[in-house]
């Protein structure tokens, strides 16, 4: 997925926002998801749930990114070490987040992520450590999430860091932000949304948007973006109930 992105191909994806059936993850890549998000900022998965949903994205090589709660060590840590193929820090607003995820989800010499290789993340197999830890870092994405008036503001110190892999966009947060809960259309949030795209292309970087509203993505797809996470399970399991109750009346 590092590489896609790196040379400007359209992913797209979908939450897992609360239900932790690993088997979920092959149904996606079926339906022809390009990749997963994994929510551990707003849902309540444990370490273990995120392992077990690790092991089956590796297993069938769909990769999964991680929402992570903020730029810690432990977390970040915890589910590198689990497999995941991403990490994705919520809120963004400064340069010393972008630094601290960056500094704890790379090994020497980009980052002082610890080391311990006899674990999923090495399918219990290393072999070398400098090559291993060189494949590791070439295949780790490290994203952020702009969410804030701040963190527009911040975008071109915040993604100058060396060691991102790309921007996504949280419009709900931005909106209210901006001063209009649920209001897509608030002065300012398209052009904030702008900024932070132009901000991504001057960089070298991929942008995406994460949202359940196919207009939103569409206009962000003209903008220039190019990764998008559309909806979640739980969303989507709404919408098909709502759609079988509507064709059986």
């Not at 809120?91 to 080391?115: C, D, H, N, W």
């Not at 994405?141 to 100058?160: A, C, D, P, Y």
């Amino acid at each position: 997925m590092r590489q896609r992105i790196r040379a400007g191909e359209e992913l797209t994806g979908m939450f897992l926002s609360e239900v932790a059936a690993p088997n979920l993850l092959r149904l996606m890549q079926a339906a022809g998801l390009d990749y997963v998000i994994v929510d551990c900022e707003h849902g309540s998965f444990d370490y273990s749930q995120v392992s077990a949903l690790a092991a089956v994205a590796n297993g069938i090589r769909f990769p999964m990114i991680v929402r992570i709660p903020s730029a810690d060590r432990e977390c970040i840590q915890k589910y590198l070490d689990a497999g995941a193929d991403g990490l994705l820090v919520p809120m963004t607003e400064s340069v010393k987040q972008a630094e601290q995820l960056v500094r704890f989800g790379r090994y020497a010499p980009e980052g002082k992520r610890g080391i311990s290789t006899m674990r999923p993340h090495s399918n219990y197999n290393p072999g070398v450590l400098t090559e291993y830890t060189r494949q590791a870092n070439e295949r780790v994405m490290l994203f952020v999430q702009i969410e804030t008036k701040r963190g527009v503001k911040q975008i071109r110190e915040i993604l100058s860091i060396s060691g991102l892999d790309g921007v996504w966009i949280g419009p709900n947060d931005l909106a209210c932000d901006l001063g209009g809960i649920g209001d897509f259309a608030v002065p300012g949030l398209e052009e904030s949304m702008v900024q932070v795209t132009d901000a991504a292309k001057a960089c070298g970087l991929p942008c995406g948007i994460i949202s359940s509203r196919a207009d939103l993505i569409r206009k962000c797809r003209r903008m220039g973006m190019t990764m998008f996470s559309c909806d979640s399970e739980m969303g989507l399991l709404k919408k098909g109930i709502l759609a079988m109750r509507e064709q059986v009346q």
